[in-house]
């Protein structure tokens, strides 16, 4: 998957905004995953996600929420999780 060069500039540099506050140990941004609620979940029990964490993503192509919610994400919707 391409991404423009100044995109991704914009998204390393919104990145390192947020690690600046001190307030997340992992900050992850995905230009297109499964489900961010998915990714911290299975991250949190396998031991490999520091917490607190942010998980972003510009496009989600399968989000899960609470029970059997599901989640679309259109063009310029910003879905992210947070793990605390």
């Not at 941004?29 to 396998?46: F, K, L, P």
């Amino acid at each position: 998957l391409f991404m423009h060069p100044i995109r991704a500039f914009r998204i390393r540099s919104v990145v390192e905004e947020i690690q600046s506050w001190g307030t997340f140990r992992t900050v992850l941004w995905h230009e297109t995953i499964d489900s961010t609620n998915r990714y911290a979940r299975d991250g949190v029990r396998d031991g490999s996600l520091h917490q607190p964490a942010l998980i972003v993503a510009t496009h989600q192509t399968s989000g899960v929420g609470r029970g059997v919610n599901k989640w679309f994400s259109p063009d310029g919707c910003l879905m992210f999780s947070l793990v605390v």
